[in-house]
């Protein structure tokens, strides 16, 4: 049974190769494996060798960011440190206050902050943190002092779910770094304000935002963004790994992780791969790589740290990775990735983006 946990380790570390790391694991043993990670240097080539499309502190870029810090974390090559330390230099080490237009958000921002405490993380130096902790303490930009229970929203009102990627993770993180129980609550009143207006107990699967809850498609499903999904679920995995497991706020996070993934589960298609909408795979039915690179990501964490059973979730992990490696090219382009959006759409092979390939 070690020996077989031990494979597993190894196997599920590799599954969720750039959003996040896994704890105690064999880092030098994750980079043996040399066909997942030619696969991920690929990918992060063909990146950097593209014209920069989204200006610095963007969440784009964060998310892409974060699949690089991610990567560090598993296999220690410093190259993906390099990447995330050379931007951190070139923005000082900044949050930048949300762009105010109809569709940012004082949580897009906070992303960066992530990023910012995977290179403190790996250096010990709290210069890079002091900037992000400055920013939650000043009453000009937005944020849960100067704004409580409007920060997180979209600047059209609406409580969203993407910014549970973005927003609650770096609170989780501020936490683990301090100690101080008010990132918490900032964190618990963003995640559980925005889950109360969008979250379908039916399904247990969140939708993009309320004006998506009387929808349905022309069959007469519902309308369960994959991708906006993908932004919860790999959320909440980050929570999870921040957030001691004896904190009193974690068993909630624990239990909205397990029926999400036991909704997801059920929702894969026979080819690995999750459809635009998670309700109605036939509205459609192409394939769609960001979605399933958040679920197999979240699944596979689940499985390494004990919390998913290992002969239920470990092959829908398998089935999702090994679809998630058919659409990288030779060139390192992540194709299949819907463009940016708010809900199910079409997608084609041609479509990459930066988000899609940092959620690879």
Not at 22 to 31: E, F, T
Request: net charge positive; proline share 5%.
């Amino acid at each position: 049974m070690k020996q077989i946990t031990t494979t597993l380790r190894r196997y599920a570390l590799l599954l969720s190769l750039t959003i996040h790391s896994v704890a105690a694991v064999d880092h030098s043993q994750a980079s043996k494996i040399s066909p997942v990670k030619v696969l991920a240097d690929r990918v992060r080539g063909h990146v950097n060798s593209q014209p920069l499309r989204f200006p610095n502190q963007h969440w784009v870029r964060g998310a892409y960011y974060a699949g690089l810090m991610a990567m560090y974390e598993s296999t220690s090559d410093r190259a993906y440190l390099d990447d995330c330390m050379k931007w951190g230099k070139q923005v000082s080490w900044l949050i930048k206050e949300q762009g105010g237009g109809p569709y940012e958000s004082g949580a897009y921002p906070l992303v960066c902050g992530q990023i910012w405490y995977g290179c403190y993380q790996a250096k010990k130096d709290e210069l890079m943190m002091q900037p992000t902790l400055a920013f939650f303490e000043d009453p000009k930009v937005e944020n849960p002092l100067s704004a409580p229970g409007e920060w997180y929203l979209e600047n059209t009102g609406h409580r969203f779910v993407d910014g549970l990627f973005t927003a609650p993770p770096a609170l989780a993180m501020l936490y683990q770094m301090t100690g101080d129980e008010k990132y918490v609550n900032w964190m618990d009143a963003c995640f559980w304000d925005v889950h109360g207006e969008i979250f379908d107990q039916d399904a247990g699967l969140f939708y993009r935002d309320a004006r998506s809850k009387p929808r349905k498609t022309k069959s007469g499903k519902k309308v369960l963004w994959s991708r906006g999904n993908g932004w919860a679920f790999g959320g909440l995995t980050r929570i999870l790994k921040y957030l001691p497991s004896e904190h009193p706020s974690y068993p909630n996070y624990k239990s909205l992780y397990v029926k999400m993934a036991e909704s997801l589960a059920k929702r894969q298609q026979a080819d690995g791969f999750w459809r635009s909408n998670l309700d109605d795979p036939e509205q459609y039915t192409m394939k769609e790589s960001s979605g399933t690179g958040f679920f197999t990501y979240g699944i596979a964490w689940g499985i390494n740290n004990g919390i998913l059973d290992l002969d239920r979730f470990l092959p829908v992990a398998k089935n999702g990775w090994a679809a998630l490696a058919s659409v990288v090219n030779k060139d390192g382009k992540v194709g299949w990735s819907q463009p940016a959006g708010g809900g199910p759409g079409k997608t084609a092979e041609a479509d990459s983006s930066k988000f899609g390939a940092g959620i690879f």
